[in-house]
T-cell receptor, first 110, second 114 residues
């Protein structure tokens, strides 16, 4: 059974600070996605990474896929209150058998 | 274009009852997946359908079943509801299967079992 772990589980920071959250597995995935979820809503796709070592940037968010395609990180620069939410990583193999991590709950205080 | 839609948005049932949840994928998407998300946890995979065929099944009891229709919409059925079935049920659609497959989620159906 493939499992994804995320750390930290909870993170509370001040506006303007930088942060990194991690997604780790002992299994290899063909792709990995990051989502952000607001309370009571469905997850919103932020990025998909497929190549080992791949780095993608989305404004203040930087995503990296590990060389072995087993882990990933999300770095946020100068966090804003609007970044508050649950950040989920999900791995899949060729579009099947999506596995989600438990999420990192981020709170950015003004 | 409309995103993934789900109905109903909220549902209250009692133990032992049956429930049917519905999902309409993004136009052109042929794959639909269902997830259960219990409060405080990440989504747990229940089923995936592609071109009306079941392509994956998570670790859920036989009380859970699903199907996909010719227009690619889908239903999730849960029989003999238990208190522990209370959760947010999410539907996600994707164009096809493949290495860069991306899923897009609907707003979910909040099921409460009393």
């Amino acid at each position: 059974t493939q499992l994804l772990e995320q750390s930290p589980q909870f993170l509370s920071i001040q506006e303007g600070e930088n942060l990194t959250v991690y997604c780790n597995s002992s299994s290899v995935f063909s792709s990995l996605q990051w989502y952000r979820q607001e309370p009571g809503e469905g997850p919103v796709l932020l990025v998909t990474v497929v190549t080992g070592g791949e780095v993608k940037k989305l404004k203040r968010l930087t995503f990296q896929f590990g060389d072995a395609r087993k882990d990933s990180s999300l770095h946020i620069t100068a966090a804003q209150p609007g970044d508050t939410g649950l950040y989920l990583c999900a791995g899949s193999n060729y579009g099947q058998n999506f596995v989600f991590g438990p999420g990192t709950r981020l709170s950015v205080l003004p | 274009d409309a995103g993934v839609t789900q109905s109903p948005t909220h549902l209250i049932k009692t133990r032992g009852q049956h429930v049917t949840l519905r999902c309409s994928p993004i136009s052109g998407h042929k794959s639909v997946s269902w997830y259960q998300q219990v409060l405080g946890q990440g989504p747990q995979f229940i089923f995936q359908y592609y071109e009306k065929e079941e392509r994956g099944r998570g670790n859920f009891p036989d009380r859970f079943s699903a199907r996909q229709f010719p227009n690619y919409s889908s239903e999730l059925n849960v029989n003999a509801l238990l208190l522990g079935d209370s959760a947010l049920y999410l539907c996600a659609s994707s164009i096809q299967l493949g290495p860069r497959n991306e899923q897009f989620f609907g707003p979910g159906t909040r099921l409460t079992v009393l």
